[in-house]
């Protein structure tokens, strides 16, 4: 039974499937690769989704949603007819649309699916998603985010293993730019950075004002039918543009006049400076926070819709130096990265298993007061955002009054400084001996998988009490046995982050090495180890992996030489690539 790879959009959703080897995507029941996310309800009192959906937005705005994927995880809900719906609801009707398609399309049943989002969905947002997934029938035990999705496509349809991508996924409401780092079998998001207000519908909106003010039409004359019908002839023509020199917009006037302006690309970059004034800031930031030079990025993939805009590749070409790279249709490219994730599932044996090591979207921390003046707890941060997962970080925390019997420490995800400010995952109460203020301490650890489990562990060595508490998506009640699968996971990456069998291979190596030898040699030989035990307590894989290749050439040095007493190493300043 195949597993189901579904890019679940703002404005559009795909749904893909691992085929004979490669992903193919799945077309729908009007035999489109894309499925409006727009549901309405029609004149007869029925649901419907997709493309008559989202002609309905014009003619009947109020029995119509779209872009409530801008509200997963909040408790907004929208009115369609009598019924209120919550934005998994409404998500759930375009799963189910997309899985009775694909049961048609593929003559089989379905009942799991992979689904992508983007990188800085939260907990909440990322349970919304499941709970959605779970109405419309559709086990799912793996969420992919974006970034990595368009990363598996690239490196599928490119070949290349190696590489420094940054992923410019430009959709209908959102730009979200990710810097993915590839090799060999892992892909790492190392920064992410994104406008959840800069997308093709602002474009539109930038082309409807334009219309309007060209035109001399007042902005409050027109009809909300009207303004729909207006951007709507906005976005056709900004298309059109693609493949055009210009294009026509044409709105009918009072008394059977028409008002029209010509859209040629000059005009359009013209209407998009502002935007790209923002997207350049955007872009700014998630290089400045990935670490790297721009130079340093290999390329620059198109994806989404929006990155058809026919004056997008002359802005990036000119920031980057280079013209981005357009594979394929950007807007089918996380679907496809979906479907190929959706093979890994399968453990179809054509693909080998990639591990995903992401970067966190927000920070983890808890709640201290450490401030007379101020009693108001605030956040003492754990895990940074946009520290590489898997991660594992420990802090010590004091009792701060006298007698104090319990410690406790919430667990907080979010950006304030103010703990109630943030989003509370969950707590953990330990109880301490009573001593003045300031003497009992807990050793707090918090260790965060790819899989979104937060184990977070509090120690009292004084008593030696214990107590680990699991956040696992915390609005959504797993089973017990995918509790116990996913906590399996949990303990097998924490082995693989204490040490890989190659690095304890490697150290094991230069340990005999040091002691075979004697004198200048065996002080060489002691930098070397001494710079690799360095780079073993990094948590990030691409610099630990660019440790074993320098450790590796090393070694293959030593052997060689070792009998000649000659070996004079060059320790690197740090595990950054340098572009060698
Ligand atoms: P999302 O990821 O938000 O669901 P998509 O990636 O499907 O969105 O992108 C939808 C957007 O792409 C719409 O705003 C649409 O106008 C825009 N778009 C589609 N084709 C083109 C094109 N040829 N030129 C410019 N924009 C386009
Ligand atoms: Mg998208």
């Not at 998500?91 to 689904?115: F, Q």
């Not at 409050?220 to 023509?237: D, F, G, I, K, W």
């Not at 543009?241 to 690309?265: C, E, H, I, K, Q």
Request: glycine share 8%; charged share 25%.
């Amino acid at each position: 039974m195949a597993i189901l790879g579904i890019d679940l959009g703002t404005t559009n959703s795909l749904a893909c499937v691992w085929k004979d080897g490669r992903p193919e995507l799945v077309k729908n029941s009007l035999g489109e690769l894309l499925t409006p996310s727009v549901v309405c309800l029609d004149e007869e009192g029925n649901l419907t989704v997709g493309a008559v959906a989202r002609e309905q937005l014009i003619t009947a705005p109020e029995n119509t949603a779209a872009a409530f994927k801008r509200w997963m995880g909040t408790q907004k809900t929208f009115t369609l007819g009598e019924k209120t719906f919550t934005p998994p609801e409404l998500s759930a009707l375009v799963l189910e649309k997309l899985r009775r398609d694909a049961e048609a399309a593929l003559g089989e049943e379905v009942t799991e699916a992979v689904i992508s989002v983007p990188a800085y969905f939260n907990d909440n947002q990322r349970s919304a998603t499941k709970l959605a997934a779970q109405l419309a029938g559709l086990k799912t035990e793996r969420i992919i985010n974006e970034p990595s999705a368009a990363a598996l496509a690239y490196r599928l349809a490119s070949g290349e293993e190696d590489a420094c991508l940054i992923i410019f996924d430009f959709g209908g409401g959102t730009l979200d730019v990710s810097v993915v780092e590839c090799f060999e079998n892992v892909i790492e998001i190392t920064a992410i950075a994104g406008d959840n207000r800069l997308g093709g519908n602002d474009i539109d909106e930038a082309i409807a004002r334009y219309f309007c003010a060209y035109n001399g039409i007042p902005q409050n004359v027109l009809s909300a039918e009207q303004q729909a019908m207006l951007l709507r002839q906005a976005e056709r023509c900004k298309c059109a543009l693609s493949w055009s020199a210009m294009s026509v917009m044409v709105l009918p006037g009072p008394d059977g006049t028409t008002y029209n302006l010509t859209l040629t690309r000059d005009l359009l970059a013209k209407l998009c400076e502002e935007l790209f004034g923002r997207m350049k800031k955007v872009l700014a930031r998630a290089i400045r926070d990935s670490g790297r030079g721009i130079g340093e990025i290999d390329h620059v993939i198109l994806v989404g819709g929006s990155s058809k805009l026919a004056v997008l590749p002359d802005f990036l070409g000119s920031l980057f130096g280079k013209p981005p790279l357009m594979l394929d249709d950007p807007d089918t490219i996380v679907a496809r990265g979906v479907g190929i994730c959706a093979g890994i599932k399968e453990r179809k044996g054509e693909i080998r298993d990639i591990v995903m090591t992401d970067v966190c979207p927000f920070t983890l921390g808890t709640s201290v007061v450490d401030n007379d003046k101020d009693q108001n707890p605030h956040m003492a941060v754990m895990i940074e955002r946009n520290s590489v997962l898997p991660i594992s970080r420990s802090d010590r925390f004091y009792t701060t009054r006298d007698n104090q019997e319990k410690i406790r420490v919430d667990i907080l995800q979010g950006e304030e400084y103010y703990a109630k400010d943030n989003l509370k995952l969950g707590e953990v109460v330990i109880t301490v001996p009573p001593e003045p203020a300031g003497k009992q301490w807990v050793k707090t650890t918090f260790t965060y998988d790819i899989n979104g489990v937060l184990q977070v562990d509090v120690e009292n060595t004084s008593t030696a009490r214990k107590k680990t508490a699991y956040v696992v998506n915390p609005s959504l009640h797993l089973s017990e046995e995918e509790l116990e699968r996913k906590l399996q996971e949990l303990a097998a990456i924490r082995r693989e982050l204490t040490q890989s069998e190659e690095e304890q291979l490697l150290l094991a190596t230069a340990e005999r090495i040091f002691a075979e030898s004697t004198g200048r040699l065996r002080e060489a030989v002691g930098k070397v180890l001494t710079a690799y035990r360095g780079a073993l307590e990094d948590q990030s894989p691409s610099r630990r992996h660019r440790a074993r290749k320098w450790m590796k050439e090393q070694l293959d040095t030593l052997e060689k030489y070792q009998d000649s007493g000659v070996f004079d190493p060059e320790i690197p300043d740090s595990w950054e690539d340098d572009g060698r």
